[in-house]
C-alpha cells in the first residue's frame, strides 16, 4: 500500500457557525426559546441573521471541527463539504484552509445558500442555535475526488449528513474507494436522532465489515443495539468491529480493539459549553490511533482535547493543543 499523503479526510456538513451575543429581551422579540435548537428555512435564518449583533463567524460542523482539530494537533488533514457561491460558503473555506486543512469540494452554483447556525448566547451562558442547513445537505458522489480519497489513510465520516439521499449516496461510495484503496474507514454516530431513523443502515454498515473504527457514546450505542444497557450493548457489537470507542460525558471513555480493552476517566474541566466534546475527543483519538500509540493513550488524547474545548465557548480549540497534551501525558 501507497503511503498516504493525508492523515485523516473527513466528509461532513459545512456549515459556517455564526456566533452573537444576545439578551432575554431579543429572544422573546423573536419568539426564541432559550436554550433551545432548531431547524431553519433559508428565509427564516437571513431574517434572523439580519436582526443579529455583529457576531464572530468561522467554519462549523461535526466533522470539520474534527479535522480542525487534527490539524492542529500536527497530522495532514483534509475535509470535503458543500458549501455554496456565497459570503458565508467563502468564509466557511478561507476558515478552514486558514487552520491548514485540505478543502477542495467545488462550491454549488444552483442558488441554495451556504449551511448556517446562528448561535445566540446569553448572559447566562445559555446557547440558542438555529440552523440552516442549506448546500451542506446537497454534496453528490460528483463532488468526490477519488485520488484524494486513495490517498487518505483514514475515511472519517459524518453520521448526520446520512440522512439526505446525495450526501449519503456520496458517502457510500467513498467508502468503497477508501476500502479498493485498503485504508480504514471511521464512522460517527453523532446522535441518538441519527441512530433512531437510521439504525438499519448504520447495522448493515458494520455488520457488512464497513467500518474499521466506531465512535459513539453511551446512549448512541445502546441505541444502535437496543440493548438494556452499555454491558449488552457492547456484547452486541464485539467482534463486528476492529475498533469500538465509545464515550461516556463524566465517566469517560472507553475503547475495545479485539482482545484488548481501555478505560480512561474524564479530565478535569471547568465546564462552560459542551458545544463540540465529541468532536474534540474523535480529534484526539485519531491523532493518536494514526501515531500508532497505545489505546489508553489515544483514549487519553481524546479527552484532553475535548476537556480543553468545553472549558469556553465555540467548538474549535483555543490553547495549543500539542503542547497541552504533551504536558498532561508527560
Known amino acids: 500500500?501507497?503511503?498516504?499523503?493525508?492523515?485523516?479526510?473527513?466528509?461532513?456538513?459545512?456549515?459556517?457557525?455564526?456566533?452573537?451575543?444576545?439578551?432575554?429581551?431579543?429572544?422573546?422579540?423573536?419568539?426564541?426559546?432559550?436554550?433551545?435548537?432548531?431547524?431553519?428555512?433559508?428565509?427564516?435564518?437571513?431574517?434572523?441573521?439580519?436582526?443579529m449583533a455583529p457576531g464572530r463567524e468561522t467554519s462549523?460542523?461535526?466533522?470539520?471541527?474534527?479535522?480542525?482539530?487534527?490539524?492542529?494537533l500536527g497530522l495532514r488533514a483534509g475535509f470535503i463539504g458543500q458549501v455554496a457561491i456565497d459570503q458565508l460558503g467563502e468564509v466557511f473555506a478561507h476558515d478552514i484552509r486558514a487552520l491548514g486543512v485540505e478543502f477542495a469540494t467545488a462550491p454549488l452554483g444552483d442558488g441554495l445558500a451556504t449551511a448556517r447556525c446562528l448561535i445566540l448566547v446569553t448572559s447566562d451562558a445559555q446557547r440558542t442555535m438555529n440552523t440552516f442547513l442549506g448546500?451542506?445537505?446537497?454534496?453528490p458522489a460528483a463532488a468526490l475526488d477519488q485520488r484524494q480519497i486513495e490517498d487518505a489513510a483514514?475515511?472519517?465520516?459524518?453520521?448526520?449528513?446520512?440522512?439526505?439521499?446525495?450526501?449519503?449516496?456520496?458517502?457510500e461510495r467513498a467508502i468503497a474507494i477508501a476500502r479498493g484503496a485498503g485504508r480504514q474507514v471511521a464512522f460517527t454516530l453523532s446522535d441518538s436522532f441519527c441512530v433512531d431513523r437510521h439504525r438499519g443502515d448504520f447495522r448493515?454498515?458494520?455488520?457488512?465489515?464497513?467500518?474499521?473504527?466506531?465512535?459513539a457514546?453511551?446512549?448512541?450505542?445502546?441505541?444502535?443495539?437496543?440493548?438494556?444497557?452499555?454491558?449488552?450493548?457492547?456484547?452486541?457489537?464485539?467482534?463486528?468491529?476492529?475498533?469500538?470507542?465509545?464515550?461516556?460525558?463524566?465517566?469517560?471513555?472507553?475503547?475495545?480493539?479485539?482482545s484488548e480493552r481501555a478505560e480512561v476517566a474524564a479530565e478535569p474541566a471547568r465546564v462552560i459549553d459542551t458545544?463540540?466534546?465529541?468532536?474534540?475527543?474523535?480529534?484526539?483519538?485519531?491523532?493518536?490511533h494514526a501515531r500508532t500509540r497505545p489505546l489508553a493513550e489515544s483514549l487519553r488524547m481524546g479527552a484532553i482535547a475535548a476537556a480543553e474545548v468545553?472549558?469556553?465557548?465555540?467548538?474549535?480549540?483555543?490553547?495549543?493543543?500539542?503542547a497541552l497534551i504533551a504536558a498532561k501525558l508527560g
Do not use: C
Request: hydrophobic share 50%.
Open 204 to 215: 448493515a454498515l458494520i455488520d457488512g465489515g464497513r467500518i474499521d473504527i466506531l465512535f
Open 275 to 288: 458545544t463540540g466534546a465529541g468532536d474534540l475527543f474523535a480529534a484526539g483519538f485519531l491523532t493518536g
Open 60 to 72: 462549523g460542523g461535526s466533522a470539520a471541527n474534527t479535522v480542525a482539530g487534527i490539524a492542529a
Open 310 to 322: 468545553i472549558s469556553h465557548y465555540g467548538a474549535r480549540p483555543e490553547a495549543d493543543l500539542e
Open 154 to 171: 483514514i475515511l472519517y465520516l459524518e453520521g448526520y449528513l446520512w440522512d439526505p439521499e446525495e450526501p449519503r449516496a456520496a458517502m
Open 1 to 51: 500500500m501507497p503511503d498516504a499523503r493525508l492523515d485523516v479526510l473527513a466528509i461532513g456538513n459545512a456549515i459556517v457557525d455564526v456566533i452573537a451575543s444576545a439578551d432575554d429581551d431579543f429572544l422573546a422579540r423573536e419568539g426564541l426559546a432559550k436554550g433551545s435548537m432548531r431547524l431553519v428555512d433559508a428565509a427564516e435564518a437571513a431574517r434572523l441573521y439580519g436582526r
Open 135 to 139: 448546500a451542506s445537505q446537497y454534496l
Open 217 to 258: 457514546n453511551e446512549a448512541e450505542i445502546i441505541s444502535l443495539t437496543q440493548a438494556a444497557d452499555l454491558a449488552g450493548a457492547l456484547a452486541a457489537v464485539e467482534g463486528k468491529l476492529p475498533l469500538l470507542v465509545v464515550t461516556r460525558s463524566e465517566h469517560g471513555a472507553l475503547a475495545i480493539r479485539g
